[in-house]
Each structure stands twice: as structure tokens, then as C-alpha cells.
């Protein structure tokens, strides 16, 4: 059965490091994101304290969602193992590179700054475990290098810091 509690617990901690998947949903409109992230961009600084690095992509719903104080679940759950399935609905705060945690952010990932379009600093308001058993037992295999050779390549060709220019204009969320 389900159990909601105010802040993670040790083991919380520990699952979520151990995980190669999670998600992210935001809404701060009609519409609620969804998306799926990987590599090691997430952190746990403290039992309610997350820290998200956010690589450019196509979009920047998160972003958007921050900007006007939407509401955010982050999602772990287990595909190998024990069954679990952890959510942890929190605020969010953007971190942008004239921001003083930045630097001390960017530290905790040991990534190139150029690569990051920023980060957002997850404030856990409820945390709620639930059993898991109906998500399939998967294999993880490897990452896809993808996302990051285009950040780094964009980067290379004084392409990168431009393009996250563009994303961060949020969309006009009335005509939603």
C-alpha cells in the first residue's frame, strides 16, 4: 500500500541514486508535461532538496512551468530489483548562471558549464512511495550519448549559449 510522508527517508535517497530514468511532470497552465530524463542530471541535497541539471533539448516546458510557479512531481520507479514507485511533488526554483548556487550546482555534476541550459532547484513539499508491482522488470543497458554530442558540438561551434537564449522565453500560457 501507498504511505505519504512530509520529507525522504534514507532509503528514498539511496533508490533514487540508484535510478537511470525518472520523470518530470509540470503544469502551470491547461496543460500537464510529462518528460523523461536521464544521465546523472539529479541530486539529492537533502531529505527535501533536489537538484535538476537541465540539458537543452527541443523544449523547455520545465522552465516555462517554473517561471510561473507551477507545480512539479518528479517520478522514480524501479525496473530492476524490488518493485517501488516514488513521487515527490514539490516547487521549483530556477537557477541560472548569474545565480550564486550555480557555480557550487555545476560542481555537484562535473559538466562542462556550456553544456547546461541550467538548473532548478526542486523544493519537496510531500513524498509518496507506492508499490511498483505492475511496472515490467527492465535491463539497463547504456545511456544515449546523443543529447550531450549535440550540446557539445553546438558548444564547439559558439552555437549552444544562442540557442538556450531562445528557449527561455516562456510561452504566452493565456492562449493554452
Same mark, same amino acid.
Given at each position: 500500500?501507498?504511505?505519504?510522508?512530509? !520529507?525522504?527517508?534514507?532509503?528514498? +535517497?539511496?533508490?533514487?541514486?540508484?535510478?537511470?530514468?525518472? @520523470?518530470?511532470?509540470?503544469?502551470? %497552465?491547461?496543460?500537464?508535461? &510529462?518528460? /523523461?530524463?536521464?544521465?546523472?542530471? !539529479?541530486?539529492?541535497?537533502?531529505?527535501?532538496?533536489? !537538484?535538476? #541539471?537541465? @540539458? /537543452? %533539448?527541443? %523544449? *523547455?516546458?520545465?522552465?516555462?512551468?517554473? #517561471?510561473?510557479?507551477?507545480?512539479?512531481?518528479?517520478?522514480? *520507479?524501479? $525496473?530492476?530489483?524490488?518493485?517501488?514507485?516514488?513521487?515527490?511533488?514539490?516547487?521549483?526554483?530556477?537557477?541560472?548562471?548569474?545565480?550564486?548556487? @550555480?557555480?557550487?550546482?555545476? *560542481?555537484?555534476? &562535473?559538466?562542462?558549464?556550456?553544456?547546461?541550459?541550467? $538548473?532548478?532547484?526542486?523544493? +519537496?513539499? #510531500?513524498?509518496?512511495?507506492?508499490? %511498483?508491482?505492475?511496472? =515490467?522488470?527492465?535491463?539497463?543497458?547504456?545511456?544515449?550519448?546523443? &543529447?550531450?554530442?549535440? #550540446?557539445?558540438?553546438?558548444?564547439?561551434?559558439?552555437? &549552444?549559449?544562442? @540557442?538556450?537564449?531562445?528557449? $527561455?522565453? =516562456? /510561452?504566452?500560457?493565456?492562449?493554452?
Amino acid at each position: 500500500m501507498g504511505k505519504q510522508y512530509k !520529507i525522504l527517508t534514507k532509503s528514498d +535517497i539511496e533508490f533514487i541514486k540508484q535510478q537511470k530514468l525518472f @520523470y518530470i511532470a509540470s503544469c502551470s %497552465g491547461k496543460e500537464v508535461n &510529462l518528460s /523523461p530524463k536521464g544521465y546523472n542530471t !539529479i541530486k539529492v541535497i537533502d531529505e527535501t532538496t533536489l !537538484i535538476f #541539471a537541465s @540539458y /537543452p %533539448g527541443s %523544449g *523547455n516546458r520545465t522552465y516555462t512551468d517554473a #517561471a510561473n510557479n507551477g507545480e512539479f512531481t518528479i517520478v522514480f *520507479n524501479a $525496473f530492476e530489483d524490488k518493485p517501488m514507485i516514488l513521487r515527490l511533488f514539490c516547487k521549483a526554483k530556477i537557477i541560472q548562471k548569474d545565480d550564486t548556487n @550555480y557555480e557550487k550546482y555545476l *560542481n555537484l555534476f &562535473l559538466i562542462k558549464e556550456s553544456v547546461i541550459r541550467n $538548473f532548478f532547484e526542486f523544493r +519537496i513539499y #510531500a513524498v509518496e512511495s507506492s508499490c %511498483g508491482m505492475s511496472v =515490467p522488470i527492465m535491463k539497463y543497458v547504456e545511456d544515449r550519448d546523443e &543529447l550531450k554530442n549535440w #550540446a557539445v558540438d553546438m558548444d564547439g561551434k559558439g552555437q &549552444l549559449e544562442a @540557442y538556450n537564449q531562445k528557449s $527561455f522565453i =516562456p /510561452p504566452d500560457l493565456s492562449k493554452i
